[in-house]
Protein backbone atom coordinates (compact mmCIF):
# COMPACT_ATOMS: atom_id res chain seq x y z
CA UNK A 1 0.00 0.00 0.00
CA UNK A 2 2.92 2.42 0.86
CA UNK A 3 3.96 1.65 -2.74
CA UNK A 4 0.81 2.23 -4.43
CA UNK A 5 0.01 5.65 -2.56
CA UNK A 6 4.00 6.55 -3.74
CA UNK A 7 3.07 6.16 -6.58
CA UNK A 8 -0.09 8.12 -6.89
CA UNK A 9 1.90 10.65 -5.54
CA UNK A 10 4.81 10.59 -8.18
CA UNK A 11 1.97 10.40 -10.72
CA UNK A 12 -0.03 13.43 -9.27
CA UNK A 13 1.71 15.31 -6.86
CA UNK A 14 5.17 15.82 -8.85
CA UNK A 15 3.62 16.16 -12.03
CA UNK A 16 4.48 19.83 -13.26
CA UNK A 17 3.40 21.66 -16.51
CA UNK A 18 6.42 21.59 -19.30
CA UNK A 19 7.76 24.61 -20.35
CA UNK A 20 8.19 25.32 -24.04
CA UNK A 21 10.17 27.63 -26.46
CA UNK A 22 8.31 30.74 -27.24
CA UNK A 23 9.76 30.77 -30.66
CA UNK A 24 10.19 26.99 -31.73
CA UNK A 25 8.14 25.22 -29.19
CA UNK A 26 11.16 22.88 -28.18
CA UNK A 27 10.98 21.63 -24.35
CA UNK A 28 13.14 24.16 -22.30
CA UNK A 29 12.05 22.83 -19.06
CA UNK A 30 15.64 21.33 -18.07
CA UNK A 31 17.94 23.38 -20.25
CA UNK A 32 18.86 26.31 -17.86
CA UNK A 33 17.76 29.68 -19.98
CA UNK A 34 18.15 28.65 -23.23
CA UNK A 35 16.76 26.73 -26.30
CA UNK A 36 18.91 23.52 -26.91
CA UNK A 37 17.10 23.68 -30.73
CA UNK A 38 16.80 27.37 -31.92
CA UNK A 39 19.33 28.85 -29.13
CA UNK A 40 16.83 31.11 -27.61
CA UNK A 41 18.04 32.88 -24.56
CA UNK A 42 14.94 33.06 -22.51
CA UNK A 43 16.75 34.08 -18.80
CA UNK A 44 19.13 36.72 -18.05
CA UNK A 45 21.27 36.61 -15.42
CA UNK A 46 19.30 37.87 -12.91
CA UNK A 47 16.39 34.58 -13.78
CA UNK A 48 14.36 37.65 -15.54
CA UNK A 49 12.80 37.36 -19.46
CA UNK A 50 15.30 38.63 -21.91
CA UNK A 51 13.83 40.81 -24.20
CA UNK A 52 14.53 38.41 -26.94
CA UNK A 53 12.40 36.21 -25.47
CA UNK A 54 9.43 38.48 -24.88
CA UNK A 55 9.35 39.71 -28.78
CA UNK A 56 9.04 36.09 -29.61
CA UNK A 57 6.62 35.35 -27.21
CA UNK A 58 4.60 38.26 -28.79
CA UNK A 59 5.21 37.07 -32.29
CA UNK A 60 2.07 36.11 -34.69
CA UNK A 61 2.61 32.84 -34.79
CA UNK A 62 2.94 32.37 -31.12
CA UNK A 63 -0.55 34.61 -29.60
CA UNK A 64 -3.15 33.25 -28.06
CA UNK A 65 -6.36 34.30 -29.82
CA UNK A 66 -8.39 32.65 -27.18
CA UNK A 67 -6.61 34.66 -24.37
CA UNK A 68 -7.66 38.18 -26.21
CA UNK A 69 -3.35 38.46 -26.82
CA UNK A 70 -3.59 38.29 -30.38
CA UNK A 71 -3.61 41.70 -32.68
CA UNK A 72 -4.17 40.95 -36.37
CA UNK A 73 -1.88 42.58 -38.84
CA UNK A 74 -4.82 44.67 -40.47
CA UNK A 75 -5.50 46.34 -37.21
CA UNK A 76 -2.55 46.98 -36.44
CA UNK A 77 -1.75 48.22 -39.83
CA UNK A 78 -4.47 50.65 -38.97
CA UNK A 79 -2.98 51.62 -35.94
CA UNK A 80 0.29 52.26 -37.66
CA UNK A 81 -1.78 54.61 -40.24
CA UNK A 82 -3.39 56.47 -37.93
CA UNK A 83 -0.27 57.20 -35.81
CA UNK A 84 1.89 58.04 -39.27
CA UNK A 85 -1.24 60.62 -40.87
CA UNK A 86 0.96 63.65 -39.05
CA UNK A 87 3.88 61.99 -41.01
CA UNK A 88 2.85 62.44 -44.62
CA UNK A 89 2.63 66.94 -44.92
CA UNK A 90 5.69 67.23 -43.00
CA UNK A 91 7.51 64.74 -45.30
CA UNK A 92 6.24 66.70 -48.08
CA UNK A 93 7.13 70.07 -46.77
CA UNK A 94 10.47 69.02 -46.17
CA UNK A 95 10.76 67.86 -49.61
CA UNK A 96 8.70 70.44 -51.25
CA UNK A 97 10.79 73.25 -49.24
CA UNK A 98 14.33 71.80 -51.22
CA UNK A 99 13.05 71.33 -54.18
CA UNK A 100 9.61 72.20 -56.80
CA UNK A 101 7.44 69.60 -56.88
CA UNK A 102 5.23 68.86 -59.53
CA UNK A 103 1.60 67.94 -58.14
CA UNK A 104 1.84 63.98 -59.09
CA UNK A 105 5.13 64.10 -57.75
CA UNK A 106 3.67 65.66 -54.43
CA UNK A 107 0.95 63.25 -54.06
CA UNK A 108 3.29 60.68 -54.58
CA UNK A 109 6.24 62.20 -51.76
CA UNK A 110 2.51 62.13 -49.49
CA UNK A 111 1.80 58.76 -49.18
CA UNK A 112 5.32 57.46 -49.26
CA UNK A 113 5.47 59.78 -46.15
CA UNK A 114 2.44 58.31 -44.84
CA UNK A 115 2.41 54.49 -45.94
CA UNK A 116 6.36 53.53 -45.78
CA UNK A 117 6.67 54.57 -41.89
CA UNK A 118 3.41 53.18 -41.05
CA UNK A 119 4.16 49.58 -42.84
CA UNK A 120 7.69 49.72 -40.83
CA UNK A 121 5.64 50.21 -37.65
CA UNK A 122 2.85 48.04 -38.65
CA UNK A 123 5.55 44.97 -37.75
CA UNK A 124 5.81 45.44 -33.86
CA UNK A 125 3.17 43.50 -32.14
CA UNK A 126 1.66 45.60 -29.36
CA UNK A 127 -0.90 48.46 -30.83
CA UNK A 128 0.72 50.66 -27.64
CA UNK A 129 4.29 50.15 -29.01
CA UNK A 130 2.82 51.31 -32.37
CA UNK A 131 1.59 54.07 -30.96
CA UNK A 132 4.83 54.73 -29.25
CA UNK A 133 7.22 54.47 -31.83
CA UNK A 134 5.01 56.65 -34.32
CA UNK A 135 5.29 58.88 -31.46
CA UNK A 136 8.95 59.10 -31.33
CA UNK A 137 9.48 58.92 -35.28
CA UNK A 138 7.22 62.10 -35.79
CA UNK A 139 8.70 63.90 -32.74
CA UNK A 140 12.39 63.66 -34.40
CA UNK A 141 11.58 64.51 -37.85
CA UNK A 142 9.54 67.33 -36.52
CA UNK A 143 12.81 68.70 -34.54
CA UNK A 144 15.22 67.87 -37.55
CA UNK A 145 12.67 69.60 -40.17
CA UNK A 146 14.62 72.60 -40.48
CA UNK A 147 18.04 71.56 -40.17
CA UNK A 148 16.66 68.82 -43.10
CA UNK A 149 15.44 71.47 -45.47
CA UNK A 150 18.98 73.49 -45.16
CA UNK A 151 21.30 70.51 -45.43
CA UNK A 152 18.86 69.73 -48.67
CA UNK A 153 19.45 73.00 -49.85
CA UNK A 154 23.04 72.78 -49.45
CA UNK A 155 23.82 69.74 -51.19
CA UNK A 156 21.35 70.31 -54.60
CA UNK A 157 22.73 73.89 -54.31
CA UNK A 158 18.98 75.81 -54.27
CA UNK A 159 19.31 78.88 -53.26
CA UNK A 160 15.98 79.70 -51.76
CA UNK A 161 16.09 81.14 -47.97
CA UNK A 162 12.85 80.60 -46.95
CA UNK A 163 10.93 78.07 -44.22
CA UNK A 164 7.70 78.26 -44.44
CA UNK A 165 6.17 80.94 -42.75
CA UNK A 166 8.98 81.44 -40.81
CA UNK A 167 10.52 83.15 -43.79
CA UNK A 168 14.85 83.36 -43.62
CA UNK A 169 14.67 82.89 -39.97
CA UNK A 170 16.40 79.96 -39.80
CA UNK A 171 16.97 79.98 -36.02
CA UNK A 172 12.99 81.04 -35.42
CA UNK A 173 11.97 77.80 -37.01
CA UNK A 174 14.49 75.55 -35.36
CA UNK A 175 13.48 76.91 -32.17
CA UNK A 176 9.68 76.35 -33.30
CA UNK A 177 9.89 72.90 -35.08
CA UNK A 178 12.67 72.13 -31.43
CA UNK A 179 10.11 72.86 -29.31
CA UNK A 180 7.09 71.04 -30.89
CA UNK A 181 9.33 68.33 -31.83
CA UNK A 182 10.69 67.42 -28.42
CA UNK A 183 7.66 67.09 -26.53
CA UNK A 184 6.35 64.75 -29.06
CA UNK A 185 9.13 62.87 -28.95
CA UNK A 186 9.21 62.63 -25.12
CA UNK A 187 5.86 61.87 -24.91
CA UNK A 188 7.03 58.85 -27.22
CA UNK A 189 10.01 57.80 -25.13
CA UNK A 190 7.88 57.48 -22.10
CA UNK A 191 5.18 55.41 -23.80
CA UNK A 192 7.30 53.19 -25.46
CA UNK A 193 9.21 52.55 -22.57
CA UNK A 194 5.28 52.10 -20.45
CA UNK A 195 4.42 49.68 -23.17
CA UNK A 196 7.40 47.56 -23.20
CA UNK A 197 7.50 47.07 -19.38
CA UNK A 198 3.70 45.58 -19.93
CA UNK A 199 5.04 43.77 -22.47
CA UNK A 200 7.32 42.33 -20.04
CA UNK A 201 4.99 41.62 -17.89
CA UNK A 202 2.51 39.86 -19.86
CA UNK A 203 5.30 37.59 -21.11
CA UNK A 204 6.51 36.73 -17.14
CA UNK A 205 2.57 35.81 -17.27
CA UNK A 206 2.67 33.83 -19.63
CA UNK A 207 5.12 31.83 -18.80
CA UNK A 208 4.15 28.41 -17.45
Known amino acids: MTDQRGGDSN??????????????????TEHGGTCPDCGLVFLDEDGG???EA???????RDLDIAEGTYVPQWVRLLVALAIT????????????SVVSLPLWLSGLVFLSGWFLPA???????????IVAAGLVVLGATLAS????IVAGRAILGVDAQSIGAFGSDAWAAQTAFLAVGSVVLVLGVFL???AGRKRNQWARDRQP
Open 145 to 148: TPVL
Open 49 to 51: LTE
Open 192 to 194: YRY
Open 54 to 60: ADALFED
Open 85 to 96: APMAPVVLFVVG
Open 11 to 28: EHGDASPEATCPRCGSSI
Open 119 to 129: MALARLAVPSS
